[in-house]
């Protein structure tokens, strides 16, 4: 594991001075300490908003909104809210359909005529409580060697969908978080109602809540005057470095707000639920599966609990956008966190909810209940060491590098983990842990992740023996035409590599005794099915077939 994720610590290193834009509404001071190292001038930022008992208590704003031209942030920013865009249109799609002009338990072809054949009996209700089985966008875009700064119109990228040949589960059978369904589920609104999605937005849910200065991002290239512009932290040059950003999806992502706008809408939403609006509990209860189980998400926002408390809430990341509402509808309280500097703002969120509302939770906060961090020994290591297959492509890797735990996994990435036992590890930063079970000789036999999703547990499957001369017969270009890319794969001394189409690099695949090739850093598992043709499977997208491109002759 040759890359990590420092991107999240060096930012997080970077030094502020203490200077705060001032709030439009009354400030809360007791905020500042944990915004600032997001205050100076030399930084982007993150801008915040607390609801308490039906009205915004508080916005204040901290960091940047344009490095270079030296604009800073303020409660009136529009942030790209990124996947927070779900709830708002979740809400306009159940707004729609109470009014009979959409039932969300018809299959898409009745009124969607053009739909492609391998989705045409999902609902709606599936599509947005993410049990469709529908290949997740957001995936495909990057398999198909594309990326969110490309500028690729809505159309383009449902006709990317529409390449697809297969759903990746029965729908209802399982919850497989995919931003497709939000696309398509503003094409189902549109044929049900005649009226664009714009007009839709502005009628059943930006003006009923009062938001105010809010904007949809609808074709590449579009100017959102006011926004924020979106940075990460190059820890090598250590500096901030502008993130570029031109895809137009529609309903997944791509609604331009400022915090003020969510609060108020965050507001509207609570109050709603206090006085038992249908709208609001469609979208708050659980989805249930084909097997009875329920899962942590209703229609556009997760159903969750947080010291002891429920918790509707979302999540937003793009490009170098990172937005998060949470809402405690038991003691009528919220909490917005956008930001711009690449750094997920939930930690943050969490942290200011525990301080304006702590005495209204029922449990200790997380971070006062974590355990604390021990020593790393070479045989700890060592037995938590390994692949773990958590689903299908979906693979774990555990790396004990230079008396450091590393994990890889989908969609974390490469992070450093901390050892708080012999048999836990945590990513402090995010919640997320992983605890090893069945411990045979040297080495733990599963792992169970907890904190991204519901928990997964997965097995170890050991590294195959390598035989270079036999890796050979795989090496060759590949290609897909449901994703209209080519692959290179390339035999050497070390393994098997994969290129993808418009990526520089190369990514090093491991064999496991399974069969399958996997680069658990990526994300990406490869299983062949005879010499001339591999599946290649990721968490949300699986078993997209690759063939064989005959070499051209001379």
Not at 45 to 72: H, I, M, N, S, W
Not at 199 to 224: C, K, N, W
């Amino acid at each position: 594991m040759t890359r990590h994720l420092p991107v999240i610590i060096a930012a997080l290193l970077v030094s502020a001075c203490a200077s705060v834009i001032p709030a439009t509404a009354a400030p809360c001071p007791q905020l500042d300490a944990l915004f600032s190292r997001w205050a100076g001038a030399d930084t982007p930022g993150f801008a915040v908003a607390v609801v308490v008992g039906g009205k915004v208590r508080c916005e204040q704003a901290y960091g940047q909104a344009d490095l270079t031209a030296g604009v800073p942030l303020t409660p009136d920013t529009r942030f790209n809210l990124a996947s927070l865009t779900k709830p708002f249109l979740a809400l306009a799609a159940v707004d729609i359909s109470l009014g009979g002009r959409l039932d969300l338990d018809e299959p898409l072809d009745r009124f969607l005529p053009d739909v492609a054949p391998y989705y045409q009996s999902v609902t709606v209700r599936q599509l947005l409580s993410h049990t469709s089985g529908v290949p997740d966008l957001a995936t495909l875009i990057v398999l198909s060697g594309r990326s969110s700064a490309d500028a690729l119109t809505n159309e383009q990228l449902r006709g990317l969908i529409d390449r697809q040949t297969h759903l990746n589960f029965t729908p209802g059978d399982r919850f497989l978080y995919s931003n497709s369904g939000y696309l398509l589920t503003v094409a189902a609104l549109e044929r049900a109602t005649g009226r664009p999605y714009r007009e839709l937005m502005a009628d059943r849910v930006f003006g009923p809540s009062g938001m105010a200065s809010q904007h949809l991002y609808e074709s590449p290239g579009q100017t959102i005057s006011g926004a924020a512009s979106s940075y990460a932290f190059d820890p090598g040059a250590r500096t901030w470095r502008r993130v570029e950003y031109a895809s137009a999806a529609q309903g997944s992502t791509n609604l331009y707000a400022s915090v003020d706008d969510v609060a108020r809408w965050a507001t509207y939403f609570l109050k709603a639920a206090a006085a038992a609006d249908p709208r609001v509990e469609a979208m708050t209860r659980p989805a249930t599966l084909n097997d009875g189980a329920t899962t942590p998400y209703g229609l556009g926002l997760e159903v969750l609990q947080y010291r002891g408390r429920t918790l509707w809430m979302h999540t937003g990341s793009e490009a170098g956008y990172r937005t998060v509402l949470l809402m405690f509808p038991e003691i009528d309280a919220a909490v917005v966190v956008l930001g711009n500097a690449g750094v997920r703002s939930q930690p943050l969120a969490e942290a200011v909810a525990d301080m304006m509302f702590g005495s209204d939770f029922l449990a200790a906060s997380p971070r006062q209940t974590a355990p604390a961090a021990t020593p790393v020994n070479a045989s700890t290591g060592a037995a938590f060491s390994g692949y773990y297959e958590l689903e299908p492509g979906r693979v774990a890797q555990i790396a004990y590098v230079e008396d450091r735990i590393f994990v890889a996994v989908d969609p974390i990435g490469v992070a450093a983990f901390e050892v708080v036992s012999d048999r836990q590890i945590l990513h402090r930063g995010s919640g997320v842990t992983v605890t090893f079970e069945e411990l045979r000789g040297t080495g733990f036999e599963t792992l169970r992740l907890t904190g991204i999703g519901a928990p997964t547990v997965g097995r170890r499957v050991p590294v195959a023996r390598l035989d270079p001369g036999a890796l050979r017969q795989f090496a060759g270009r590949y290609y897909s035409q449901s994703l209209d890319a080519t692959y290179e794969l390339v035999a050497g001394d070390k393994g098997l590599s994969l290129a993808l189409q418009g990526q520089t690099e190369i990514l090093p695949l491991t064999r496991l005794e399974n069969g399958k090739f996997v680069s658990a850093e990526a994300g990406a598992t490869i299983e062949f099915v005879d010499d001339s043709t591999f599946l290649l499977s990721t968490w949300r997208v699986n078993n997209i077939r690759f063939g064989r491109v005959p070499l051209q002759a001379n």
